[in-house]
């Protein structure tokens, strides 16, 4: 049974930093494409950044880009995001997921407001 559980939101004020995590289970994680998506209050779902099983394949949508850094540690079955210049914009619950299949956990919810 795949297992993605995200941590780490919190409440913060524009321009402050997070860093998301995410530990999963029950796939072959090394192998497997992740993404971080989010979804904000009565919006759809965004995918915000890509990564590859050996983390040499990155991308990130336009809107976080040059401010959200996604990383994996294979050894340990994590994802992480970095999250610097949070704006108002990016409040949301983040989701890490398994690109191919869409699988994901509980989120983290996100909120930006001064």
């Known amino acids: 049974e795949v297992q993605l559980q995200a941590s780490g939101g919190g409440f913060v004020q524009p321009r402050e930093s997070l860093r998301l995590s995410c530990v999963a289970s029950?796939?072959?994680?090394?192998?497997?494409?992740m993404s971080w998506v989010r979804q904000a209050p009565g919006k759809g779902p965004e995918r915000v950044a890509n990564i590859n099983g050996r983390g040499t394949i990155i991308t990130y949508a336009d809107s976080v880009k040059g401010r959200f850094t996604i990383s994996r540690d294979n050894a340990k079955n994590t994802l992480d995001l970095q999250m610097n210049s949070l704006k108002p914009e990016d409040t949301a619950v983040y989701y890490c997921t398994q690109t191919s299949t869409g699988a994901r956990g509980q989120g983290t919810e996100v909120t930006v407001s001064s």
């Open positions: 029950g796939f072959d994680f090394s192998f497997s494409y």
